[in-house]
């Protein structure tokens, strides 16, 4: 999960009207000249929440965040793992997907103040200020809408410097809003830059999940290990 730490500062829960959602999807991470590359399927259930990412490259692994706790399960060296700490409880590659749901992204949510709006053409620029407590890490962070698409976000350090942004292209529509199926981010450091593309494929919206889903739990037999992330 490395390079999504961003999302975990900004996403508050998930707390949308979606029952229930089935998404393939397929992540690529650039950073200094290493790609690495992840496809598989999100499963998630709103009552009782429960979220499961079935991984099947590079090598199958079962990923279950439930009750704040995510487990993850590696079929072929029967081995388990217990994330705990203050990110274990989301997962970022899934609400990047669903927060077009939220009003202004869920910034309000999340402490963040409208500070002030743009329109350009067709498109409504919106900015936002951190909350005290994140003011000596974070500046501003920027919204582009393009009618009811979000097209674009912009993360900007204290004074003034972009650390991150991120297009939002080839929307689908559900419950009154766009859902974008391919998000293209860049972060910037003085070390490092790293690229992510997520692509998301044969969206389902409130049907059934698979029972293999609803049912799956890591083996009675396989011992779980704690890490603290």
Not at 59 to 82: C, H, N, S, T
Not at 157 to 177: F, K
Request: net charge negative.
């Amino acid at each position: 999960m490395n390079g999504l730490f961003l999302c975990f500062v900004l996403y508050p829960a998930l707390t949308f009207s979606l029952t229930t959602l089935q998404v393939s999807f397929r992540r690529t991470y650039v950073r200094e000249g290493r790609v690495e590359r992840v496809c598989g399927v999100i499963y998630h259930c709103a009552e009782p929440e429960r979220t499961v990412v079935k991984v099947e490259e590079p090598l199958e692994q079962w990923m279950v965040l439930e009750e704040g706790k995510l487990e993850i399960f590696y079929p072929e060296d029967r081995r388990a793992f217990r994330i705990t700490g203050r990110t274990s409880g989301s997962l970022p590659f899934l609400e990047a997907f669903l927060m077009p749901l939220k009003d202004d992204y869920g910034l309000e949510g999340s402490g963040y103040s409208l500070s002030g709006h743009d329109v350009e053409g067709d498109t409504l620029i919106t900015y936002w200020d951190p909350p005290e407590k994140l003011r000596k890490t974070l500046g501003k962070f920027i919204l582009a809408y393009k009618g009811d698409k979000l097209i674009k976000t912009e993360l900007r350090d204290p004074g003034g410097r972009l650390l991150a942004r991120s297009l939002y292209c080839d929307h689908v529509p559900y419950s009154g809003a766009f859902l974008p199926t391919r998000i293209s981010t860049v972060r910037f450091s003085p070390s490092d830059t790293t690229y992510e593309d997520l692509i998301y494929t044969e969206p389902k919206f409130d049907l059934p999940l698979p029972e293999e889903v609803l049912d799956f739990r890591i083996p009675e037999d396989v011992d779980v290990e704690e890490v603290r992330w």
